[in-house]
């Protein structure tokens, strides 16, 4: 195998969490770029339209669904949705993630839900 | 916590279970953080957060050592300062001195990221697991 065939996707899908936006957006595109078909995933679905406008590399951008990821529960049905549209997932990039800024002493005992 | 470290383990095992252990081969790329790998730059108040991250980099190396039988790479990204929407209220207050203090005397562009994710996703790194790669200018070194 060559160096270059080494770096390609073709053929291979991948799933993005957090993919509509920042760090996310940017590993779909590089992903898409080098071939994979690319799902990627958000809680807000105005973004992911939005993404749909974003510059796109040759690859192609995949099914894009609402999916409220801060609902921890193992949730099979957004599974589902990409292995009905691309039949298996190769590359799986858990990029979805939120911080916020608190001292320890303001934190309550029971924190919420992010 | 719930998003950063539960839900990378959910997806995970869900993803795991259903494609990569069946067809004995797959990527798992973790987006942690620099601040998984220390504390906080003083006037940062963000211990969940370090703490949810640093989770991500050793779930990280224990998945990768458990799931390495089948064929399945488990590697962790750590970014450094990178202007988003999630970081743009830190950035605000400490950018000039996270540049100052950053070897490479930058933040983190909208094309820093690509080559490690295609690197990582890719069969160029298929003899690579359960490692951790700081994108940061150097920032966590120096």
């Given at each position: 195998?060559?160096?270059?065939?080494?770096?390609?996707?073709?053929?291979?899908?991948a799933l993005i969490t957090g993919g509509s936006r920042g760090l996310g957006l940017q590993m779909a595109e590089a992903l898409g770029e080098m071939g994979a078909r690319v799902a990627i995933t958000a809680r807000?679905?105005?973004e992911l339209k939005d993404s749909r406008g974003a510059p796109q590399g040759q690859g192609h951008r995949g099914d894009e669904r609402h999916q409220r990821l801060v609902e921890v529960r193992p949730d099979p049905g957004m599974v589902d949705a990409v292995l009905a549209k691309f039949g298996t997932i190769d590359i799986l990039v858990n990029n979805a993630g939120a911080t916020g800024a608190r001292r320890p002493r303001t934190i309550p005992t029971r924190p919420g839900t992010r | 916590m719930n998003l950063n470290i539960n839900a990378m383990f959910y997806l995970s095992r869900e993803v795991g279970k259903r494609c990569f252990i069946p067809q004995k081969s797959g990527?798992?790329?973790?987006?942690a953080s620099v601040a998984?790998?220390?504390?906080?730059p003083q006037g940062m108040y963000t211990i969940a957060y370090n703490t949810s991250k640093g989770a991500a980099v050793n779930f990280t190396r224990t998945l990768a050592s458990e799931w390495g039988r089948y064929n399945i790479n488990v590697n962790a990204i750590c970014p450094g300062f990178f202007p988003s929407k999630m970081s743009r209220g830190l950035?605000?207050?400490i950018g000039d001195h996270i540049v100052a203090v950053t070897p490479l005397a930058r933040l983190g562009g909208n094309e820093d990221l690509m080559g490690t994710v295609v690197f990582l996703a890719s069969e160029a790194s298929r003899h690579i697991t359960g490692q951790t790669i700081a994108v940061d200018g150097g920032a966590c070194i120096a």
């Open positions: 195998m060559s160096t270059k065939q080494l770096f390609d996707l073709t053929g291979k899908v807000k679905t105005d | 990527k798992i790329i973790n987006i998984g790998l220390s504390g906080s950035l605000d207050q």
